[in-house]
């Protein structure tokens, strides 16, 4: 057998190779087609409107409003809004830094004094936490445990929830 004839062989064994993997990949995408008919099939038109109408309507009511919007009229559902973000150094090391987004979630439209009120306060909180506290999971743990305990007792059941967007050390 020679060099050439190895590589003919090779080259068959290539493309049978290529062959199979194209009609397994049109086989997994037509199964796919298939099944989402079936399933779509099975929910009937009205059924499809209003859940297309509920998943928008849910996106739309979720949105974030920031404090510094100048809306007129707010929505009566809980609403989600974003304080400025805290970036600051620890006082036990301040080669370190901290960058931390917040969010509140409120039943009523907070006053924008209260909030900035809030974010100073976290501001301050997080000025005192050494950087050991918060490495680690559980020291994230404890430190969003603190921070929306310190919310909580600030705004006297005007928040309901507290939402960490970003959380970077540097």
């Given at each position: 057998m020679s060099y050439n004839d190895q590589?003919?062989?090779?080259n068959q064994s290539y493309?049978?190779?290529?062959m199979q993997f194209i009609v397994c990949t049109a086989i997994g995408i037509f199964c796919g087609w298939l099944g989402g008919i079936v399933i779509s099939s099975f929910i009937l038109a009205e059924e499809k409107e209003n859940s297309i109408e509920s998943i928008f309507k849910n996106f739309y009511n979720n949105r974030t409003r920031s404090i510094y919007a100048n809306?007129?009229?707010?929505?009566?559902?809980?609403?989600?809004?974003a304080l400025h973000p805290i970036i600051t150094n620890f006082d036990s090391s301040p080669e370190n830094w901290l960058r931390l987004d917040v969010a509140l979630i409120c039943d009523k439209?907070?006053?924008?004094v209260f909030l900035e009120i809030l974010h100073q306060d976290i501001m301050a909180y997080v000025r005192t936490v050494s950087m050991k506290q918060i490495t680690g999971s559980q020291g994230?743990?404890?430190f969003k445990e603190d921070v929306e305990e310190r919310v909580k007792l600030r705004a006297q059941g005007f928040v309901s929830n507290v939402i960490f967007r970003t959380f970077i050390i540097a």
């Open positions: 590589n003919i062989r090779g493309k049978r190779f290529i809306d007129a009229v707010y929505p009566k559902d809980p609403q989600i809004f439209t907070p006053n924008k994230f743990r404890y």
